[in-house]
């Protein structure tokens, strides 16, 4: 037997009241509230910790007991969020659809290149910090595992996590270069004898 419990059902079993926003507001608002980091532990507290410690029963003895432990949280994520949402206001005034249009290519055109081509940029990357030529790969080297060469040595792309698997599905006999990818950055790893080779094959040019 299964039996599923929205969550609007929830706070009516609880006898929760249900407040009523306006259409997208509460979007907006959640929105503002991840830009402003307004209910972050360091502000609100550790919710997950702090329902832990509570003994009461009802919701209104579940307030008192958290407003008495952290007493100026609701009014200062309130206000950072308020902040967040005034530089919503300010912005959105400068969004037309030439701005929209902007948008909606480098996300479809440009983004969608970079997430098929970026291995080409490490490669390159690469071959400029030891000033050599780099050369991606044909596809019947790609079958091979080589993903392109820097100077004339055969290089595999990975990411971080292939090199944190205990067991390797494949062996590659050829060199390693790891990558990351972060928020605003791809973090490149070069084990040191891959970075041996390339400044020896960089210092007989």
């Given amino acids: ?44 507290g550790q919710m997950s910790e702090l329902i832990k410690e509570f003994t009461g029963k009802s919701i209104e003895e579940w307030e008192k ?17 308020v902040e967040m949402i005034n530089n919503f206001r300010e912005v959105i005034s400068q969004i037309d659809e030439n701005l929209v249009r902007q948008w909606v290519r480098d996300l479809i055109i440009v983004k969608t290149f970079i997430g098929l081509k970026f291995q080409e940029a490490i490669l390159k990357k690469i ?43 494949e062996e590659i006999a050829i060199d390693i270069v790891y990558y990351e990818k972060k928020r605003d950055e791809l973090r490149i790893i070069i084990p040191p004898q891959l970075e041996e080779k390339l400044w020896q094959l960089s210092n007989k040019l």
Avoid at 65 to 81: C, L, Q, V
């Fill in 127 to 169: 071959a400029d910090e030891f000033k050599l030529d780099y050369k991606p790969s044909a596809p019947e080297e790609e079958s091979k595992g080589i993903d392109g060469y820097i100077g004339n040595i055969p290089i595999s792309l990975k990411p971080i996590s292939y090199k944190q698997k205990e067991m390797l599905p």
């Fill in 1 to 44: 037997m299964e039996l599923k419990i929205k969550n609007k059902e929830i706070r009516e079993l609880l006898n929760i009241e249900t407040p009523e926003f306006p259409k997208y507001a509460t979007q907006i608002i959640n929105l503002a509230n991840q830009n402003a980091q307004a209910t972050r532990p360091k502000v609100v």
């Fill in 65 to 81: 007991w958290y407003m008495e432990k952290h007493p100026e949280a609701i009014d200062e994520a309130t206000k950072k969020i």
